[in-house]
């Protein structure tokens, strides 16, 4: 085929992927699907590599996913049968928790396979210890909910009766799934059907040599743009702030090596997977989930390549088994968005070393969404509802301020769903939702500004469970003398009482009585560039737009009002200040590192090779306690005093 009829085949078959996730959105039951659009289409190779995906439309993280472990599954397919699985141990890694119900249709032509049909919905609840089946309490993936191994929902175009009761009856809000999961089938035969068409007009083969076509031409613009990225290793760490189920932080690393085009990214020295569910299962495999920051960076170099998963082909992951970032069966994994958020924040400032000037400043590293679960007097029965998808800001960009409330590197592609529906479905009053004022990081680009949500319940028992929400301890990086954005946080008032400051784990699961108001506020991305360079206008039009205070504009910018009316800069501001450039990581990140060291760490990590991977989390956290129990004199020899925590942690004399 030649290039002309090679981007005509492309521009067709994005377009069928985009119809079907119309007919998906358009037609869902869930708010969680038709508001804040958790979903997504596609068209997938025999082989199980995207070839098309609705870049602007559904969930935009799964780009470069590769489908082929989960297609090896799937037991005889024939024309009309559509597949349905959600577990990553039974199912592959392109199951990533249980709640992302996976259907997969084979589209036949002249009696053999052409291509799947793809999508994935997340449901609003498939069981589990929590409403909406996503708790960072969760200790193993039994907890998580109803499990599916590949199996036929629909076969031949019938539904198959006793799959659909054992999905329906394990879920607490089963009309809601049955509609989303109709509203993705009516999305599958939309797609065929265009695609049927296609093939009439073209011919099997033109479309067949299309797709390898597709592919293959992605993989080589990939490589080029990755070319941008100078040979070398570039290393960095980043931290979740706890494991959420006790006050350790959970360290991630890795090291990313540019080579003539070719990436690999090795998290060895990452930390052993967790007793709750921030894991992340993802096989042997150039996981997306792994790679955002590298997907963002192949998009902001080449906005028009095509969006398909061959566009990680030239890139290799390390992943240890048994760590954070490739837990095995049977770690819990519904918070995973948590934790690949943190590990495109590692990969980001990484790339950061490797190509300044191209990277923005860190961003809130946070997508949490709220859902309401409010028990109907009647019946007793929990109506389970997503309120919003709480996302931070971005950090600031090399040309450009941050997005104000838009995770923009990794999460924009979640909607906020409108007051009106939210208060009209999950019952439940939303009494602030908007922008945090002086949250953002300084810099000649600021960081985007916190969202802060405040709920308060009508009805007795209203549970309110976040979904992710994280950075409440370390800050959103500042890059190349930006500062540091603000951490997120989250208040409890109950009637007649004071807020009440909650804890990543208190926040995570929360009863309300009628009147109780829970507030949660996400963290603000890093500013970008010395702010001393930032120009008065943008400093004077963030100050009349309320989202800068008189204080801390004559604090970072030198900015204070004039005896005329105006604005002015304090004369020779900044003029004595040494360009820093690299990373401004705040006091959060400061205070871990000096309760937790990173050559303690360091240390250990070699200890714990020693020790079956399953215990590894838990030496961890006794070497953790042991060791800051320890007095600071005590801890001057740093060998020694890991010795010492490391005996005391086994009971050894």
Same mark, same amino acid.
């Given at each position: 085929?030649?290039?002309?009829?090679?981007?005509?085949?492309?521009?067709?078959?994005?377009?069928?992927?985009?119809?079907?996730?119309?007919?998906?959105?358009?037609?869902?039951?869930?708010?969680?699907?038709?508001?804040?659009?958790?979903?997504?289409?596609?068209?997938?190779?025999?082989?199980?590599?995207?070839?098309?995906?609705?870049?602007?439309?559904?969930?935009?993280?799964?780009?470069?996913?590769?489908?082929?472990?989960? /297609?090896?599954?799937?037991?005889?397919?024939?024309?009309?049968?559509?597949?349905?699985?959600?577990?990553?141990?039974?199912?592959?890694?392109?199951?990533?928790?249980?709640?992302?119900?996976?259907?997969?249709?084979?589209?036949?032509?002249?009696?053999?396979?052409?291509?799947?049909?793809?999508?994935?919905?997340?449901?609003?609840?498939?069981?589990?210890?929590?409403?909406?089946?996503?708790?960072?309490?969760?200790?193993?993936?039994?907890?998580?909910?109803?499990?599916?191994?590949?199996?036929?929902?629909?076969?031949?175009?019938?539904?198959?009766?006793?799959?659909?009761?054992?999905?329906?009856?394990?879920?607490?809000?089963?009309?809601?799934?049955?509609?989303?999961?109709?509203?993705?089938?009516?999305?599958?035969?939309?797609?065929?059907?265009?695609?049927?068409?296609?093939?009439?007009?073209?011919?099997?083969?033109?479309?067949?040599?299309?797709?390898?076509?597709?592919?293959?031409?992605?993989?080589?613009?990939?490589?080029?743009? &990755?070319?941008?990225?100078?040979?070398?290793?570039?290393?960095?760490?980043?931290?979740?702030?706890?494991?959420?189920?006790?006050?350790?932080?959970?360290?991630?690393?890795?090291?990313?090596?540019?080579?003539?085009?070719?990436?690999?990214?090795? &998290?060895?020295?990452?930390?052993?997977?967790?007793?709750?569910?921030?894991?992340?299962?993802?096989?042997?495999?150039?996981?997306?989930?792994?790679?955002?920051?590298?997907?963002?960076?192949?998009?902001?170099?080449?906005?028009?390549?095509?969006?398909?998963?061959?566009?990680?082909?030239?890139?290799?992951?390390?992943?240890?088994?048994?760590?954070?970032?490739?837990?095995?069966?049977?770690?819990?994994?519904?918070?995973?968005?948590?934790?690949?958020?943190?590990?495109?924040?590692?990969?980001?400032?990484?790339?950061?070393?490797?190509?300044?000037?191209?990277?923005?400043?860190?961003?809130?590293?946070?997508?949490?969404?709220?859902?309401?679960?409010?028990?109907?007097?009647?019946?007793?029965?929990?109506?389970?509802?997503?309120?919003?998808?709480?996302?931070?800001?971005?950090?600031?960009?090399?040309?450009? @301020?941050?997005?104000?409330?838009?995770?923009?590197?990794?999460?924009?592609?979640?909607?906020?769903?409108?007051?009106?529906?939210?208060?009209?479905?999950?019952?439940?009053?939303?009494?602030?939702?908007? /922008?945090?004022?002086?949250?953002?990081?300084?810099?000649?680009?600021?960081?985007?500004?916190?969202?802060?949500?405040?709920?308060?319940?009508?009805?007795?028992?209203?549970?309110?469970?976040?979904?992710?929400?994280?950075?409440?301890?370390?800050?959103?990086?500042?890059? @190349?003398?930006?500062?540091?954005?603000?951490?997120?946080?989250?208040?409890?008032?109950?009637?007649?009482?004071? @807020?009440?400051?909650?804890?990543?784990?208190?926040?995570?699961?929360?009863?309300?009585?009628?009147?109780?108001?829970?507030?949660?506020?996400?963290?603000?991305?890093?500013?970008?560039?010395?702010?001393?360079?930032?120009?008065?206008?943008?400093?004077?039009?963030?100050?009349?737009?309320?989202?800068?205070?008189?204080?801390?504009?004559?604090?970072?910018?030198?900015?204070?009002?004039?005896?005329?009316?105006?604005?002015?800069?304090?004369?020779?501001?900044?003029?004595?200040?040494?360009?820093?450039?690299? &990373?401004? &990581?705040?006091?959060?990140?400061r205070a871990l590192e000096e309760r937790w060291p990173p050559q303690v760490q360091d240390l250990l990590q070699?200890?714990?090779?020693?020790?079956?991977?399953?215990?590894?989390?838990?030496?961890?956290?006794?070497?953790?306690?042991?060791?800051?129990?320890?007095?600071?004199?005590?801890?001057?020899?740093?060998?020694?005093?890991?010795?010492?925590?490391?005996?005391?942690a086994w009971r050894l004399p």
């Amino acid at each position: 085929m030649t290039g002309v009829e090679l981007e005509l085949l492309r521009q067709r078959l994005d377009s069928v992927v985009e119809d079907m996730a119309r007919v998906a959105q358009r037609t869902a039951l869930s708010t969680y699907l038709k508001e804040t659009a958790d979903f997504t289409t596609a068209i997938v190779s025999p082989g199980g590599e995207f070839v098309s995906y609705p870049w602007q439309l559904g969930a935009s993280v799964y780009l470069g996913l590769n489908l082929g472990s989960t /297609l090896a599954l799937l037991r005889d397919p024939q024309p009309g049968d559509v597949y349905v699985c959600n577990d990553p141990y039974l199912g592959g890694p392109a199951c990533t928790h249980l709640p992302d119900l996976q259907l997969f249709r084979p589209l036949f032509v002249d009696g053999s396979l052409l291509c799947w049909l793809y999508a994935f919905v997340h449901a609003t609840d498939v069981g589990g210890i929590v409403p909406s089946s996503v708790s960072a309490k969760a200790s193993e993936v039994h907890q998580e909910g109803i499990r599916l191994r590949p199996v036929k929902l629909w076969r031949q175009d019938r539904v198959a009766e006793e799959i659909l009761h054992l999905v329906l009856d394990n879920t607490r809000v089963p009309d809601s799934n049955w509609g989303d999961l109709k509203a993705v089938y009516a999305a599958l035969l939309t797609g065929q059907a265009s695609l049927v068409q296609l093939v009439e007009r073209f011919g099997r083969a033109h479309v067949a040599i299309g797709i390898d076509g597709i592919l293959d031409s992605a993989e080589l613009e990939a490589r080029s743009a &990755f070319r941008a990225i100078p040979d070398g290793s570039y290393t960095f760490t980043e931290y979740l702030d706890t494991d959420q189920c006790s006050d350790v932080p959970v360290r991630i690393r890795v090291r990313l090596t540019a080579d003539d085009g070719r990436i690999t990214v090795d &998290f060895t020295g990452s930390d052993p997977q967790v007793d709750s569910a921030l894991n992340l299962v993802t096989g042997e495999t150039a996981h997306p989930f792994l790679c955002l920051a590298l997907i963002s960076f192949l998009i902001t170099e080449r906005p028009s390549i095509p969006k398909c998963s061959a566009v990680l082909r030239p890139v290799r992951v390390v992943a240890p088994r048994g760590t954070v970032v490739n837990a095995q069966y049977p770690s819990a994994m519904s918070l995973r968005m948590v934790t690949s958020f943190r590990v495109a924040d590692a990969v980001l400032g990484a790339l950061a070393k490797a190509c300044p000037g191209k990277v923005p400043a860190g961003s809130s590293g946070t997508l949490g969404p709220v859902a309401a679960a409010v028990r109907e007097s009647d019946t007793g029965r929990r109506t389970v509802q997503t309120v919003e998808p709480l996302i931070g800001g971005c950090g600031g960009r090399p040309h450009s @301020d941050g997005l104000d409330g838009v995770e923009g590197v990794y999460g924009g592609f979640l909607r906020n769903t409108p007051i009106e529906v939210v208060e009209q479905e999950s019952q439940v009053v939303v009494r602030r939702y908007g /922008l945090v004022p002086d949250s953002g990081g300084a810099g000649e680009h600021r960081g985007g500004l916190a969202v802060e949500l405040a709920i308060e319940a009508l009805h007795p028992d209203t549970r309110v469970i976040s979904r992710g929400l994280e950075r409440f301890v370390t800050e959103p990086w500042g890059l @190349d003398g930006g500062t540091h954005g603000t951490p997120g946080r989250c208040t409890l008032r109950r009637v007649g009482a004071n @807020d009440t400051p909650l804890t990543l784990l208190e926040a995570g699961d929360v009863v309300l009585q009628p009147g109780d108001v829970v507030t949660y506020v996400t963290a603000a991305g890093g500013g970008y560039g010395d702010p001393a360079r930032r120009e008065l206008g943008s400093v004077v039009e963030d100050i009349e737009n309320g989202v800068l205070g008189l204080e801390r504009a004559a604090r970072d910018y030198g900015v204070a009002p004039t005896a005329s009316g105006g604005f002015a800069r304090a004369a020779g501001f900044g003029a004595g200040r040494r360009a820093t450039g690299g &990373f401004d &990581f705040g006091p959060g990140r400061r205070a871990l590192e000096e309760r937790w060291p990173p050559q303690v760490q360091d240390l250990l990590q070699d200890r714990l090779q020693t020790v079956e991977p399953a215990a590894r989390n838990w030496v961890k956290h006794r070497v953790f306690a042991e060791w800051t129990a320890l007095p600071p004199e005590a801890r001057a020899d740093v060998a020694g005093a890991l010795e010492t925590a490391w005996r005391r942690a086994w009971r050894l004399p």
